[in-house]
């Protein structure tokens, strides 16, 4: 993690319910993302955000939204017309010029049943 | 569509071995590329990036080859410990700004005593 916190840890959901998942940093960088991750599959986009009040969608955005009120919070609420959204969700910033690397948080593990 | 390919089989080998895992892509001219390690429930971790323009990067046991001829990327971990099991991701970048990076689904890493 290293200044980027995601939490909960674990999140168990009822099937039709919202859910929000946080994601805070304090390494005061622009850019923040969101990926899924699902058992066998590589790391999928899901949001990101280059500044305050602005994101934009990845490849895999239906269902979800964001908000970027802060620089330091991009939250992601799960909507109830994400029609799989049991995954590991991950957190990650960037920051630091061109082509710098990805600092990702701990996960959210979202169980809904 | 462009398509990363990491070995979806474990690794096996032996401490003391050298492990090498390989990244293929196609459609893609990446020009930048990254390497990462990811622990069982834990957010993956940035390790190396290389560059369009360099063969070849180092860092203590870790190398890192980029032929962007035969649009691959080899990683080398030399003398490998039981503790560098885990899951190796690579992702491709393009040139400029904070674009997004595209993972790879990883191949893990076992190394046995």
């Known amino acids: 993690d290293g200044g980027i916190t995601q939490s909960p840890k674990y999140l168990f959901r009822k099937e039709g319910q919202n859910v929000t998942l946080s994601c805070e940093q304090n390494?005061?960088?622009?850019?923040m993302y969101w990926y899924r991750q699902d058992p066998g599959q590589g790391l999928r986009l899901i949001y990101y955000?280059?500044?305050?009040?602005?994101?934009q969608k990845g490849d895999i955005a239906e269902g979800y939204s964001v908000s970027r009120e802060k620089k330091e919070s991009f939250p992601l609420t799960v909507t109830s017309a994400q029609k799989n959204p049991t995954a590991f969700y991950l957190c990650?910033?960037?920051?630091?010029?061109?082509?710098?690397?990805?600092?990702f948080g701990n996960g959210t593990r979202l169980t809904v049943t | 569509s462009q398509k990363i390919e990491q070995n979806s089989e474990a690794l096996n080998i032996q401490e003391g071995k050298t492990a090498t895992l390989t990244c293929n892509y196609t459609?893609?001219?990446?020009?930048?590329l990254q390497w990462y390690r990811q622990d069982p429930g834990r957010g993956p971790v940035f390790l190396l990036l290389?560059?369009?323009?360099?063969k070849e990067k180092r860092k203590e046991r870790l190398k890192v080859t980029f032929d962007t001829t035969l649009k691959q990327s080899l990683f080398h971990i030399t003398a490998s410990q039981p503790a560098d099991s885990a899951t190796y991701l690579c992702?491709?970048?393009?040139?400029?700004?904070?674009?997004?990076?595209?993972f790879g689904k990883g191949t893990m890493l076992l190394v046995s005593p």
């Open positions: 992702a491709l970048d393009r040139a400029s700004g904070y674009s997004t990076l595209t």
């Open positions: 990650a910033v960037r920051g630091g010029g061109e082509n710098s690397p990805l600092h």
């Open positions: 459609n893609y001219s990446p020009a930048y």
């Open positions: 955000s280059q500044i305050v009040n602005d994101f």
């Open positions: 290389i560059r369009e323009n360099e």
């Open positions: 390494l005061n960088h622009d850019a």
